[in-house]
């Protein structure tokens, strides 16, 4: 029987191959806080396979020179960004458990010429990265997905030198319905894993970070939580209609209507020391 993480990688290798652009509960407002200039320098296709929930560069003060870490890096897109502020002497390093998510990586750094990004593969719960090395830890919409939070939080603290940040977009929830959590489908759009603010707080803090808050919060409308799934359907049942309407996407709305009042994506900030 496969793992929950094995699971999870499934269906996000599953998204890459068949070229899917939506496995995100954020749905299209995963890029409202990108700027326009940021996405419109990426490589071509580079947002195709993005599966994040906001950009945790945004507010952060990445400068030249640094180590940054993305944990969870999916295609690259924020290794790219965070490339282009560290400069030629800093280094970018992403962490993702997926192979085909990795090898899709490679391909965009290759497209975009940067030379100071490095790909390894591991879990965010057991990091393939020295202990106090990292200036910066970033994610996007990752460590919900782990089934141990604590240990990567834990993980985070270790890899940050002192006085190092981390600054993660996530996807966050209060009074989550069962039936969601114990979705496959909805874990891995991001919606099924989720923790409070609370519990995310004390997490970072019980981990041994600082100064650990939420700077930014992002809500969504249930149009947007039933797209997250709708693409991830076999097209038989998308293509179901009645009246001119797709059947499948009024029921997933309504059955997203209640989970949008307790869904939403947090920017949550900290240091080390």
């Given at each position: 029987?496969?793992?929950?993480?094995?699971?999870?990688?499934?269906?996000?290798?599953?998204?890459?191959?068949?070229?899917?652009?939506?496995v995100?509960?954020?749905?299209?407002?995963?890029?409202?806080d990108?700027?326009?200039?940021?996405?419109e320098?990426?490589?071509?296709?580079?947002?195709?396979?993005?599966?994040?929930?906001?950009?945790?560069?945004?507010?952060?003060?990445?400068?030249?020179?640094?180590?940054?870490?993305d944990?969870?890096?999916?295609?690259?897109?924020?290794?790219?960004?965070?490339?282009?502020?560290?400069?030629?002497?800093g280094?970018?390093?992403?962490?993702?458990?997926?192979?085909d998510?990795?090898?899709?990586?490679q391909?965009?750094?290759?497209?975009?010429?940067?030379?100071?990004?490095?790909?390894?593969?591991?879990?965010?719960?057991?990091?393939?990265?020295?202990?106090?090395?990292?200036?910066?830890?970033?994610?996007?919409?990752v460590?919900?997905?782990?089934?141990?939070?604590?240990?990567?939080?834990t993980?985070?603290?270790?890899?940050?030198?002192?006085?190092?940040?981390?600054?993660?977009?996530?996807?966050?929830?209060?009074?989550?319905?069962?039936?969601?959590?114990?979705?496959?489908?909805?874990?891995?759009?991001?919606?099924?894993?989720?923790?409070?603010?609370?519990?995310?707080?004390?997490g970072?803090k019980?981990?041994?970070?600082?100064?650990?808050?939420?700077?930014?919060?992002?809500?969504?409308?249930?149009l947007q939580?039933?797209?997250?799934?709708?693409?991830?359907?076999?097209?038989?049942?998308?293509?179901?209609?009645c009246?001119?309407?797709?059947?499948?996407?009024?029921?997933?709305i309504?059955?997203?209507?209640?989970?949008a009042?307790?869904?939403?994506s947090?920017?949550?900030?900290?240091?080390?020391?």
């Open positions: 029987m496969k793992s929950k993480s094995e699971k999870i990688s499934a269906e996000y290798s599953k998204a890459i191959k068949e070229n899917k652009n939506i995100s509960a954020t749905g299209g407002a995963k890029f409202a990108y700027s326009v200039h940021e996405l320098n990426l490589p071509e296709g580079m947002t195709d396979n993005s599966f994040g929930c906001g950009n945790p560069l945004a507010t952060s003060s990445v400068k030249e020179g640094d180590v940054v870490l944990l969870g890096c999916g295609t690259g897109l924020d290794l790219l960004l965070a490339a282009e502020k560290v400069g030629a002497e280094l970018v390093i992403g962490i993702d458990m997926n192979e998510m990795l090898n899709k990586a391909k965009n750094i290759d497209k975009s010429g940067f030379k100071n990004i490095e790909l390894r593969k591991g879990l965010i719960e057991n990091l393939p990265i020295d202990s106090e090395y990292i200036d910066w830890v970033i994610s996007n919409c460590i919900n997905l782990s089934s141990d939070k604590e240990k990567a939080f993980e985070i603290a270790r890899v940050l030198k002192p006085n190092g940040q981390m600054l993660v977009s996530d996807i966050v929830s209060e009074n989550m319905p069962r039936w969601v959590k114990r979705s496959g489908i909805l874990v891995a759009a991001c919606a099924g894993g989720t923790i409070s603010e609370q519990h995310y707080l004390q970072l019980n981990a041994g970070l600082t100064d650990c808050s939420v700077v930014a919060r992002q809500y969504y409308e249930p939580l039933a797209s997250a799934v709708i693409d991830l359907l076999p097209p038989f049942l998308t293509k179901l209609s009246c001119g309407k797709s059947i499948v996407e009024r029921l997933l309504k059955i997203a209507s209640p989970i009042k307790n869904l939403w947090a920017k949550f900030a900290g240091k080390l020391g």
